[in-house]
């Protein structure tokens, strides 16, 4: 079984890989690195499938499942809103004169990768990529119990701490050697660990059972 987890930053994707009990690194410049290598399933840090409106069961499900931390669940995202307008303010005026909700800055931008991630879906259907949520993954990992934010010093370590009983013994190299230079922070390289996991050993989805899909038969689901 080889398992690919990514998250993504500014400069592009970090990929974590698991290959029995061997685990790599690999910083990718675009989602395009995925076609080309070799593995079972992979999973991602993206939304995968979109409605017109913006509302997904899989990200209410989330939001509920992570209180009271429901607003690290980014939720909103429509392909018009990037396809259609180049600045926030128009789109989310555009949001409001279609009666929807409006987006978060955070969402908006990162917008680029959503609609990356949406066209290589769509492109390579015969790839098993599925969205899953890091912080869904952490709280697994945690016994059901919420971790502090991944913005805090106390939050990466107890993450960094939890991934490393889970065999990412390199953690630390990649955290500080291998993450120089690249302009990946900490909670990239954690959240891809995260995500790898899921994509191996996947705990469990929201919603369970059958897949809602989008308009273009994208599967709107979250593993954890």
């Known amino acids: 079984m080889i398992a ?3 998250d993504g ?5 970090v990929a974590v890989t698991i290959d029995g009990d061997r685990c790599s690194i690999a ?3 675009d989602i395009s690195w995925l076609a080309a290598q070799r593995f079972d399933r992979a999973a991602i840090d993206i939304p995968i499938g979109m409605t017109d409106d913006g509302v997904r ?6 939001r509920a499942e992570l209180k009271p931390h429901g607003s690290r669940v980014f939720s909103g995202a429509r392909r018009w809103l990037w396809e259609e307008f180049s600045d926030p303010a128009s789109a989310n005026a555009e949001a409001m004169r279609r009666g929807q909700t409006r987006i978060s800055l ?5 917008g680029a990768k959503i609609m990356e991630v949406d066209a290589f879906a769509r492109m390579h259907r015969h790839l098993d990529l599925r969205e899953a949520h890091p912080e869904l993954i952490f709280l697994r990992l945690n016994a059901g119990e919420p971790l502090p934010s991944k913005h ?6 107890l993450r960094r701490t939890r991934l490393i009983s889970h065999g990412f013994i390199h953690l630390g190299d990649w955290l500080t050697t291998q ?10 390289i954690l959240d891809a660990c995260a995500v790898a996991l899921a994509a191996r050993d996947p705990g469990g989805c929201l919603p369970d059972g059958d897949v809602p899909r989008d308009s273009f038969g994208l599967p709107m689901q979250v593993w954890f």
């Open 4 to 6: 690919i987890g990514l």
């Open 9 to 13: 930053f500014r400069q592009g994707w």
């Open 27 to 29: 910083f990718a410049p």
């Open 57 to 62: 069961l899989c990200d209410r499900l989330a």
């Open 106 to 110: 955070q969402l908006w931008h990162i």
């Open 152 to 157: 805090t010093e106390e939050g990466l370590a």
């Open 179 to 188: 993450r120089r230079g690249t302009g990946a922070k900490r909670d990239d």
